[in-house]
């Protein structure tokens, strides 16, 4: 057996980094292009298709093109529509992960991707501190404080705390809008994904 599993997150770059030339999260995207942001954070993660089954560019690819004043193909090309997984999950041993990190700083830079999630998760820790205790539950859950996987769907939360789906959206929502008003909120988006927190509220 494979001491570890790796997992590669894709994404289509051309796309992201129009937007980020921009200074624009995925939700400011959706909004002024008028699509669900759900839908935009799947097509620059390669979740959707960008095109219809009859080969078709889709309406909000279009869309799409038309804000950044691009023709669909330079935004999703040949490669990306041939993508059938946005992730690859392979187990790897640590000798093949040296081959890929070969560079020393590089090496040296993977230690610390730990420190940062003990920092987020001390910050958090802190955070929720202040909070009622269902927002907070909720939220160290969505967190993945204690040990626990970050982001597990809402209805495990909910079976968690032996409550429904409906009422842990409404601990989320509470409990970030609580959390943007605090003192800490200013460090914790140093390394929180706000456009993946938008994305998990609205599953």
Same mark, same amino acid.
């Given at each position: 057996?494979?001491?570890?599993?790796?997992?590669?997150?894709?994404?289509?770059?051309?796309?992201?980094?129009?937007?980020?030339?921009?200074?624009?999260?995925?939700?400011?995207?959706?909004?002024?292009?008028?699509?669900?942001?759900?839908?935009?954070?799947?097509?620059?993660?390669?979740?959707?298709?960008?095109?219809?089954?009859?080969?078709?560019?889709?309406?909000?690819?279009?869309?799409?093109?038309?804000?950044?004043? *691009?023709?669909?193909?330079? =935004?999703? +090309?040949?490669?990306?529509?041939?993508?059938?997984?946005? /992730?690859? %999950?392979? #187990? @790897?041993?640590? *000798?093949?992960?040296?081959? =890929?990190? +070969?560079?020393?700083?590089?090496?040296?830079?993977?230690? /610390?991707? %730990?420190? #940062? @999630?003990?920092?987020?998760?001390?910050?958090?820790?802190?955070?929720?501190?202040?909070?009622?205790?269902?927002?907070?539950?909720?939220?160290?859950?969505?967190?993945?404080?204690?040990?626990?996987?970050?982001?597990?769907?809402?209805?495990?939360?909910?079976?968690?705390?032996?409550?429904?789906?409906?009422?842990?959206?409404?601990?989320?929502?509470?409990?970030?809008?609580?959390?943007?008003?605090?003192?800490?909120?200013?460090?914790?988006?140093?390394?929180?994904?706000?456009?993946?927190?938008?994305?998990?509220?609205?599953?």
């Amino acid at each position: 057996m494979k001491e570890l599993e790796m997992t590669v997150q894709l994404r289509n770059n051309r796309l992201k980094k129009r937007r980020k030339e921009l200074n624009m999260s995925q939700k400011q995207i959706a909004d002024a292009i008028g699509i669900s942001l759900q839908l935009y954070g799947a097509l620059e993660t390669i979740r959707d298709a960008p095109r219809n089954k009859d080969g078709q560019w889709r309406p909000a690819v279009m869309k799409i093109a038309a804000f950044f004043c *691009e023709e669909p193909e330079e =935004l999703f +090309s040949p490669g990306i529509e041939k993508i059938k997984k946005s /992730s690859i %999950c392979q #187990e @790897v041993d640590v *000798e093949a992960l040296d081959l =890929l990190t +070969s560079d020393q700083q590089q090496r040296l830079a993977l230690p /610390s991707v %730990c420190v #940062e @999630v003990e920092e987020l998760k001390g910050l958090i820790t802190k955070a929720l501190k202040g909070l009622p205790v269902k927002e907070a539950a909720v939220l160290r859950y969505m967190f993945g404080i204690d040990g626990e996987e970050a982001f597990i769907t809402q209805t495990e939360i909910a079976k968690h705390l032996n409550t429904s789906k409906d009422m842990v959206r409404i601990y989320l929502r509470k409990g970030l809008r609580n959390l943007r008003r605090g003192p800490y909120w200013r460090d914790l988006i140093l390394f929180t994904d706000e456009e993946k927190i938008e994305l998990y509220l609205q599953t």
